[in-house]
């Protein structure tokens, strides 16, 4: 089983609907990510958390919101998806040393 | 300004040739560097972290980080087709902070 796990792994969805992506770990780290990746973008972070109390807003929050329901849970929702928010997100999670464990990817497709 | 610049690409080279990556980041008081490889349609992994000026090698690939000049850099020696692939710089005040990407450079080794 994979260390970062996120679900779904695809999904499409219409403008205007709810969604959330979710993101479970096994490596009992405290620290996780959520990124987006578009095209010749690189990684651009949404939101970051470094313990269950800690929540912090990344490079591009806006339309987003997350949860850190547990150490191993962090789950990003957005509220009313638009297609602007097509992309490729990644979890991630990193001990002391900043060196990031990835998810596999939830791709996701706003019509 | 963007916080982390890479060169697009994308690079060629020929096999058994070094491949040289470069990345420039804004924040002076950054600490920590990484440089992380990724495949299409794969999550990012980690080949390299870097935290002091000078060189770092590990096995083909040697990491090169320049505070003053806020420049790091990742040559690939004896590059193989299996090094095509696209590598994205990431950057961090300390480990303990968030990690910035840069929107990764795509290299290609042709055979």
């Known amino acids: 089983d994979a260390d970062v796990t996120q679900t779904p792994r695809n999904r499409i969805t219409k403008t205007g609907k709810r969604i959330m992506l979710e993101c479970s770990q096994t490596?009992?780290?405290?620290?996780m990510y959520w990124y987006r990746q578009d095209p010749g973008l690189g990684l651009r972070l949404i939101y970051y958390?470094?313990?269950?109390?800690?929540?912090n807003k990344g490079e591009i929050s806006d339309g987003y919101s997350v949860s850190r329901q547990a150490q191993a849970k962090f789950s990003l929702s957005l509220e009313s998806a638009i297609p602007n928010q097509t992309a490729l997100y990644f979890c991630?999670?990193?001990?002391?040393?900043?060196?990031?464990?990835f998810g596999e990817g939830s791709r996701l497709t706003v019509l | 300004q963007k916080e982390v610049e890479q060169n697009s690409g994308p690079l060629s080279v020929p096999e058994g040739a070094i491949a040289s990556l470069n990345c420039t980041y804004s924040?002076?008081?950054?600490?920590?560097f990484f440089w992380y490889r990724q495949y299409s349609g794969k999550s990012p992994e980690l080949i390299m972290s870097?935290?002091?000026?000078g060189d770092k090698e590990d096995g083909r690939f040697t990491a090169q980080l320049n505070k003053a000049s806020q420049y790091v850099s990742l040559l690939i020696r004896d590059s193989q087709p299996s090094d095509s692939a696209t590598y994205l710089c990431?950057?961090?005040?300390?480990?303990?902070?968030?990690?910035?990407f840069g929107p990764g450079t795509s290299l290609s080794v042709i055979p």
């Open positions: 991630a999670t990193t001990a002391d040393t900043g060196e990031l464990f």
């Open positions: 490596k009992g780290h405290d620290r």
């Open positions: 958390s470094f313990d269950v109390k800690d929540i």
């Open positions: 924040d002076r008081v950054s600490q920590s």
């Open positions: 870097i935290y002091s000026n």
């Open positions: 990431a950057v961090s005040q300390t480990s303990y902070d968030k990690v910035i």
